[in-house]
């Protein structure tokens, strides 16, 4: 089988290598792989930023945005042969910590979760990959192609329910949501949003492209000035970009009680001048809430399956604006404007039956 892998450390070091397809011993579900999301994550981690190869390797398979076919899998588990599946990225780590051993491992306290693709785990930018039963999330069929977005969207459905817990601190009946960055992870925040019977507005710097056309397809108001000419306060903020003018300019803009997510990694520096004493004033005066949220759990991959389910469906195959051969395997990972979600093909067969 062929896999993508990286030697984490050196930047560059992508490759595409032949491996025999794993043993039974890694899970006891066999996938064939479908097609694989490419995201910032994949690409800091070729950009030697990020990830961590499996102990005792050198090397790592990425990718952790799947979509595959069940190829094998034991009688009497959740999913068959033929099932149209996604894998969950991370794994509780091995003491475990508190939420760890209760299935919460998006919340891991000791910080020795792995994640297929990022960390300690081999991925699933691979031709065949193994699973344990309880990883593996069955996908609704009709999705097609589009279930490959599952995987961001489960970081979005994740922080939806966190938002929602917040709020229900108080009477909960929020009317408005800002979204900052429409990338893949900020525009399928706001298809929840707009699930929601909210009122949507997004917030980037693209004046043109599939990023407004789609916001606008979605019934959401595009901004593309400065944060300071969107109108308004918003009952929830959900911040996607990661830039730190940007998470400055959010923490002014929610409403009382209002809510602040902070869904974007940023690198360390981007030295701001925030006035803390005036912030903290608003934030407590208020009563508002800044949090951060990343990964996802087994509930919240579910969460995301209904969510995309309920969507569009030709909305969501316009998120995926271009789709890459395994033998052009290069070209997806080279970022082109215009781009939301870049897919590799791993099986072009499998997925003409999908769509
Ligand atoms: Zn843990």
């Not at 910080?111 to 593996?136: A, M, N, W």
């Not at 279930?147 to 969207?153: F, H, Q, Y």
């Not at 979204?179 to 925040?189: I, Q, R």
């Not at 990694?265 to 407590?284: A, K, T």
Request: charged share 20%; net charge negative; hydrophobic share 40%.
């Amino acid at each position: 089988m062929r896999s993508l892998t990286v030697e984490p450390g050196i930047p560059d070091s992508l490759r595409l290598e032949e491996f025999r397809i794993p043993s039974a011993d890694r899970g006891s579900v066999l996938i064939r792989a479908v097609a694989l999301g490419v995201c910032g994550t994949d690409r800091e981690i070729i950009a030697a930023d990020y990830g961590s190869a499996p102990p005792g390797h050198q090397r790592l398979i990425i990718g952790h945005e799947s979509l595959g076919v069940v190829e094998e899998a034991p009688t009497g588990v959740s999913v068959s042969p033929g099932d149209i599946v996604v894998g969950i990225v991370r794994q509780p780590d091995p003491v475990p910590c508190a939420n760890c051993a209760v299935g919460e491992w998006d919340m891991c306290r000791n910080g020795q979760y792995t994640e297929h693709g990022i960390k300690s785990l081999d991925g699933f930018g691979s031709e065949f990959y193994r699973l344990e039963p309880s990883f593996v999330v069955p996908v609704t069929a009709s999705l097609g192609l589009a279930g490959v977005l599952t995987e961001p969207a489960t970081v979005v459905a994740k922080a939806w329910e966190h938002c929602e817990r917040i709020g229900r601190r108080a009477r909960w009946n929020p009317q408005s949501v800002l979204v900052t960055g429409a990338g893949p992870v900020g525009l399928l925040a706001g298809l929840l949003g707009k699930e929601r019977g909210l009122e949507v507005h997004f917030f980037d710097r693209a004046h043109e492209g599939p990023k407004p056309e789609l916001a606008r397809a979605l019934g959401a108001t595009y901004h593309d000035q400065s944060l300071d000419a969107v109108p308004g306060d918003f009952d929830i903020i959900m911040e996607c970009t990661g830039s730190p003018p940007v998470i400055g300019g959010v923490l002014e803009r929610s409403a009382p009680d209002g809510i602040v997510c902070l869904l974007g990694v940023s690198g360390p520096g981007g030295v701001q001048s925030v006035d803390l004493g005036s912030l903290n004033r608003e934030v407590v005066l208020d009563n508002r809430v800044i949090f951060g949220s990343v990964n996802a759990n087994r509930r919240h991959y579910e969460a995301a399956i209904t969510a995309l389910a309920n969507a569009n469906r030709d909305w969501l195959h316009r998120l995926i604006t271009r789709r890459v051969s395994l033998a052009e395997w290069k070209q997806a990972f080279v970022s082109q404007t215009d781009d939301i979600k870049t897919i590799v093909v791993f099986d072009d067969a499998a997925l003409k039956k999908l769509a």
